[in-house]
């Protein structure tokens, strides 16, 4: 068994957003193992994950999700975009903190049906709702999905409007894109502005932004990186997205402690 790495300090979370293309590498490989082995590396300990397959015939009618988590000693709650007969394909979040599963559904889709699923994770004393999605591919779908995701059953939504907010996921948006910029005046990119060094597809020599992660102002991101090591860039057509945040909770008590002291 693998084990990702746990933060140095109890006061940080690390957040992973990955678009895993069913396991199949940039050689044209399926190897669960070797995903796995990248999102190790990543030290993470909250992971959403986009294009798992779950019993398909394609990849071996493996359960991805379960098969990652448990090689990373993590538990899944995953999501099925789609879903014909016994085969699924989809989305899911993995972490070893306490999780509960609040909410997974579609979100309006002309072409390939896109879901998103939203979780309650406990962190070191702070309480964190966290969605993670994968948009569609046309433009006026996009839109129509991220009106769905700033609506009253996800980020309106009276528990998730009011708590310490994530959306993470592979939004097949760039930064100047109307999706994006739609979803980024209600929540904050952790992410500076653009460079093309902070692109995520393609892994082998990434362009284009497509990947992202939002928080509310509540949280604070102390780092944001895009993980370019040669096994991810290997692993997967897209490179993950990580970052790290201190958590309310903890930034508190060290406060206290300071005037304390």
Not at 4 to 26: D, M, Q, W
Not at 94 to 109: C, Y
């Amino acid at each position: 068994m693998m084990k990702a790495e746990r933060p140095s300090f109890p006061a940080t979370v690390k957040i992973l957003t990955y678009n895993v293309h069913s396991c199949i590498g940039t050689d044209r490989k399926l190897d669960i193992d070797r995903l796995a082995a990248a999102i190790a590396e990543t030290g993470a300990d909250i992971i959403g994950l986009q294009e798992l397959d779950v019993g398909r015939q394609r990849t071996g009618g493996v359960d991805q999700a379960h098969a990652i988590a448990s090689k990373l000693q993590m538990t899944a709650h995953f999501h099925p975009a789609l879903h014909v007969r016994e085969e699924r394909y989809g989305d899911a979040v993995l972490t070893a903190l306490p999780m509960r599963l609040v909410r997974a559904a579609a979100l309006p889709s002309f072409g390939e049906p896109r879901g998103a699923l939203w979780v309650e994770i406990e962190a070191h004393g702070a309480t964190l709702q966290l969605i993670n999605t994968h948009l569609g591919l046309r433009r006026r779908e996009r839109l129509v999905q991220v009106e769905a995701l700033l609506g009253a059953e996800w980020l309106a939504h009276p528990d998730y409007a009011n708590a310490h907010r994530l959306l993470i996921g592979d939004f097949n948006s760039i930064p100047s894109s109307p999706a994006y910029r739609r979803l980024a005046a209600e929540i904050s990119d952790v992410q500076p502005p653009v460079s093309r060094h902070r692109a995520t597809f393609p892994s082998r020599f990434p362009v284009f932004r497509l990947d992202h992660i939002f928080a509310s102002r509540g949280l604070t991101c102390v780092e944001a990186q895009v993980i370019e090591t040669p096994l991810a860039r290997r692993a997967s057509d897209h490179l993950p997205l990580v970052a790290t945040f201190a958590l309310p909770s903890a930034q508190r008590a060290e406060q206290k402690a300071e005037k304390a002291g």
